[in-house]
C-alpha cells in the first residue's frame, strides 16, 4: 500500500492521463490490498514462534518465515528472491517518479539550477538530468546507513511524512532477554496530500470554490471524503512523530521532527532568497493529449507554442 500515487507524477508521459492517472491509482490500491491481505494472512499462519522468528540467524523474520515453512534454503532462497525482484523494480519506478517531480519543480523555477535539471534529452525525450540528481541524491542517503542505522531511519521518515506513506511497524533487532530499538516508525501520513485538502475545504466554507471538471467526482460526498482524509492526516502527522519505545535514549529517539524543522528553515531562507524572485508555479494552459489526440487549453496559443512552453514529454 505505498507510492499508489506514482501516476500522478507521470501524467505528462500517459495518454489520455485526465482518465487514466486516477483510474491507475485506484486500481494499484485495489490490488495492493488485495494482493498484500493474501500475503499478510499466510505469513502470519507460517510465523511459528514470534521470539524465534524475530531473532532468526537470517536477521530478517520474513526470510525466516520462509525457511520454516519450506524446510528448505532452496525454496526460502527463491521466494526472497522474489521480494527482492519486487524491490528492484520499485526502485526503477521511484526513480522514475521522483526525476519527474524534480523535472517539474525545476522547470517552474523552484530549484537551483533549475534550467540544467529541467531540460530534456531530445532524442529519447527524457528528463535525463534530474534522473542523474535523484539516483545520485538516492546514492547518498543510502550511504547514511553506513554511518549511523538511526539517521539513517531518520531520512526514511522524512520521505514517509512528506511523500508517500504507509504503516510499517517498529523493528528491534532482538536478543535472548534483551530487546534494543532497531528502526523508528516509518509514518504513514501524507503532508503533501493534506495540503490540497484542507485548501479544497476552505474554498467551500468561503463559497468560493472553483469546480473542477473531470471524468469522475465523488459529487455531494466529495467535502465528506476530504474532511475525512484531512483529519486523518494530521491525526496521524503528529502522532507518528512520536518515539517508538519507552524509556527514550539517544538511539530511540525519533529525530524525524526536528529534521523537518531544518527542511522547513532551509526552505524558507531558499524562499526568501530567490525563491519568490524565481519560482513561477505551475503553468495554466498547455496541451492535454486525450485519445491521441492534443488539444490546446486556455492560456495557450498554439499548440507548437504551449509545447515548447511546457516542455511536455510525450
Request: charged letters at 15%; glycine letters at 8%.
Amino acid at each position: 500500500m505505498a507510492c499508489y500515487d506514482a501516476p500522478a507524477h507521470m501524467t505528462e508521459e500517459i495518454v489520455n492521463a485526465r482518465k487514466e492517472a486516477p483510474r491507475a491509482i485506484v486500481m494499484s490500491v485495489w490490488m495492493g490490498a488485495g494482493t498484500g491481505l493474501v500475503f499478510l494472512i499466510a505469513a502470519c499462519f507460517c510465523i511459528g514462534d514470534i521470539t524465534d522468528t524475530a531473532t532468526s540467524s537470517t536477521g530478517v523474520p520474513i526470510i525466516a518465515i520462509f525457511y520454516n515453512s519450506t524446510n528448505s534454503v532452496a525454496g526460502a532462497n527463491c521466494l526472497t528472491v522474489l521480494l527482492t525482484v519486487i524491490c528492484v523494480f520499485c526502485a526503477v519506478a521511484l526513480t522514475a517518479e521522483g526525476s519527474r517531480s524534480v523535472y517539474a519543480f525545476a522547470r517552474d523555477r523552484g530549484l537551483p539550477f533549475s534550467d540544467l535539471w529541467c531540460k530534456v534529452e531530445p532524442k529519447k525525450q527524457i528528463p535525463i538530468f534530474a534522473i542523474l540528481l535523484t539516483i545520485f541524491v538516492q546514492l547518498a542517503m543510502n550511504s547514511i546507513y553506513f554511518g549511523t542505522l538511526t539517521g539513517f531511519n531518520t531520512v526514511i521518515s522524512i520521505a514517509t511524512e512528506g511523500f508517500c506513506k504507509y504503516p510499517d511497524p517498529p523493528r528491534r533487532k532482538m536478543k535472548r532477554g534483551h530487546v534494543s530499538h532497531y528502526s523508528t516508525l516509518s509514518i504513514f501520513t501524507d503532508v503533501s496530500y493534506a495540503m490540497p485538502l484542507l485548501a479544497r475545504i476552505l474554498s467551500r466554507i468561503a463559497g468560493n470554490r472553483t469546480d473542477l471538471d473531470g471524468p469522475y467526482s465523488l459529487g455531494r460526498w466529495g467535502l465528506v471524503m476530504n474532511v475525512i482524509g484531512f483529519v486523518f492526516l494530521v491525526f496521524a502527522a503528529i502522532t507518528f512523530n512520536f518515539p517508538t519505545l519507552n524509556p527514550v535514549n539517544q538511539d530511540d529517539m525519533n529525530y524525524t521532527s526536528a529534521a523537518i524543522g531544518v527542511i522547513m528553515l532551509i526552505a524558507i531562507i531558499t524562499w526568501f532568497t530567490t525563491g519568490r524572485k524565481q519560482f513561477t508555479g505551475p503553468r495554466s494552459g498547455g496541451v492535454v493529449f486525450e485519445g491521441g489526440v492534443a488539444h490546446v487549453t486556455e492560456g495557450s496559443t498554439s499548440g507548437d507554442e504551449a509545447v515548447m512552453g511546457e516542455k511536455n514529454l510525450r
